[in-house]
């Protein structure tokens, strides 16, 4: 069955970090590729996505995130976190054409101002 | 544009009783939303997608008797829960995806049900 896995469960930065979550999925075949943002007491939100081309795709708030096949990639970045970006962030996949979105885990970013 | 609404927020309620939750997109068609759970501190765990006019599809291990799906129209999905138990507690969140539009959904701000 296809999964996806977060490695970083809880990161702790300071402000004007830099931010990269891991983000890795197993599924041989075509994917659809996403990230997506929880702030306290709020609805999911889309950060980006990534279906085909540019590897390297780019959301909103300055993040970013590069799907890397070999590895079964997709990891967010963010080069300087904001206290404002203190949220839960989920990596979801959809594989092939079955439609359904998979997600993992969620990582917990919490930064300090 | 695509925003989902759920309703209600909240709801609290007695043990062996049985509760909807609506899904509505409020400004988009809808062929298929989908129905998830959130367990605290956890990642969401599909239970099932919803297509407009047709039976509902579940995942692997929920009951289909237990939680029932209705997707009536283009805008409208809702998740009955029935005979609700203390372990039916949890964060039940919908999504829909717009017609003709693959991959991409968009969240409602999800449920919280509370059994006692």
């Known amino acids: 069955a296809q999964s996806v896995s977060q490695h970083n469960h809880h990161v702790i930065l300071s402000e004007a970090a830099s931010l990269e979550l891991g983000c890795n999925y197993s599924y041989g075949g075509t994917v659809n590729l996403f990230w997506y943002v929880q702030y306290p007491g709020q609805h999911l939100q889309l950060l980006l996505k990534?279906?085909?081309?540019?590897?390297l795709v780019k959301g909103i708030k300055g993040f970013e995130a590069e799907f890397i096949k070999s590895k079964f990639s997709f990891n967010l970045r963010k080069p300087s976190v904001q206290w404002s970006d203190t949220a839960e962030y989920f990596c979801a996949v959809i594989a092939g054409n079955t439609g359904k979105l998979i997600f993992g885990q969620g990582t917990t970013l919490q930064v300090k101002p | 544009g695509a925003v989902v609404s759920q309703h209600p927020s909240w709801v609290i309620c007695k043990s062996g009783t049985s509760v909807k939750i609506e899904c509505r997109s409020l400004d988009f068609q809808a062929t298929t939303m989908f129905w998830y759970r959130q367990f605290p501190k956890q990642s969401l765990m599909l239970m099932a997608t919803?297509?407009?006019?047709?039976?509902?599809?579940?995942e692997q291990g929920v009951e289909k008797d237990k939680f029932l799906i209705n997707h009536a129209s283009l805008t409208l999905s809702t998740l009955t829960v029935t005979s609700a138990h203390p372990e039916d507690s949890s964060f039940y969140i919908c999504?829909?995806?717009?017609?003709?539009?693959?991959?991409?959904?968009?969240f409602g701000p999800g449920t919280r049900l509370t059994v006692l």
């Open positions: 990534y279906f085909s081309g540019d590897p």
């Open positions: 999504s829909a995806r717009p017609h003709l539009r693959q991959g991409e959904q968009f």
């Open positions: 919803s297509n407009e006019g047709s039976k509902a599809t579940y």
